[in-house]
């Protein structure tokens, strides 16, 4: 199926990162294109999957009792924050 | 998981409103939460709300049925929003509870994802790990892992295909 322009919006909509005037234009947007409405509904609850259960830092650490992230995960961390 | 999106027909507005009940109910969910109970409330509100527009000869088709319904829609979350603002000034209300078949669905699809995300290659599961888990834009998580911002996309998209195709079966 062709892509549609407006397809690179999907993740950041799903994680509340588009500027509201993009979330707007996007929103208007997949009412009218069935493509993009259903990538963003497939995407939907995977992406919640990820982002709110811990799903993939759990397994990072391959030790369920564990929730922090593993040591050169933090480094990483402290550098980007250093960095934003 | 997977919808037909609507499409716009010559069709009685019923037919043709009800086309959109799947967007217009992802779009509603997305803005009051998932968990809210009201959302299939505010679903058919709006859709009532359409059918008696288009009857009424509201909608002149001057533009398309999809973006009369957006309209429609996103009028009737802020009049929610608002009215809700107000309710909860005086009184909060207590937590829904969540159905609970939803709920063993839900599980059963974290579980799947959960399944596939530990069978991946790591470098799949960092990109996923930073981009979805913590949050960082593509651009971060590129410089992060000294890989170029294309790639990023590629690695999501390749695990995200992975994900979608095991959570289908």
Known sequence: MKKCKYE???????????????????????????HCFAQLDQKSEIVQILKKEGVI???EEGCEHHHRPAPWWRGLL?????RR | MARMAPQD???????SVLQYRAVISFRVRKALGSSN?????????ILTQ?????????????????TFLYVITSRRIIDYIRQKTRILKHAPEPAPYPDPHDEM?????????????????????????????????????????????????????????????????
């Open chain 1, 8 to 34: 690179h919006y999907i993740d950041e909509y799903l994680l509340d990162k588009l500027r509201p005037e993009d979330q707007t234009e996007f929103e208007e947007h997949y009412f009218i294109c069935p």
């Open chain 1, 57 to 59: 830092a759990t397994t």
């Open chain 1, 78 to 82: 402290a550098r980007l924050r250093r």
């Open chain 2, 9 to 15: 027909k010559e069709a009685p507005p019923e037919d």
């Open chain 2, 37 to 45: 109970p009201d959302w299939e409330d505010v679903v058919n509100e």
């Open chain 2, 50 to 66: 359409a059918v008696a527009k288009i009857k009424s000869g509201e909608f002149r088709g001057d533009s398309s049925i999809g």
């Open chain 2, 105 to 169: 669905e839900h599980r059963e699809r974290a579980k799947q994802v959960e399944q596939v995300v530990a069978g991946l290659k790591p470098k799949f599961r960092d990109v996923l790990y930073l981009y979805y888990y913590r949050e960082l834009s593509r651009d971060e998580v590129a410089r992060a892992l000294d890989i170029s911002p294309r790639r990023v996309s590629e690695r999501v998209n390749y695990a995200l295909k992975l994900i979608q195709r095991a959570v289908r079966k």
